[in-house]
């Protein structure tokens, strides 16, 4: 078997798009947030995103 040769680097990702409706005043919050901790947004994003995913384990573990 043969491997298909690929250029050198980290490997393929997903990075599917992703659309939230936000009003322009949760999204400029949002953005305060992120600058605040000196992060980019999609990385603030993905941090609330695995807090939230704890929480909902806890709760599942919990019930």
Not at 19 to 32: H, K, S, W
């Amino acid at each position: 078997m043969s491997r298909a040769k690929r250029r050198p680097g980290p490997n393929p990702t997903d990075h599917t798009c992703l659309l939230l409706n936000t009003t322009t005043r949760e999204y400029e919050e949002f953005e305060r947030w992120a600058d605040g901790d000196g992060k980019k947004k999609i990385d603030l994003f993905r941090q609330m995103m695995d807090d939230e995913r704890a929480k909902r384990a806890r709760t599942a573990a919990e019930g």
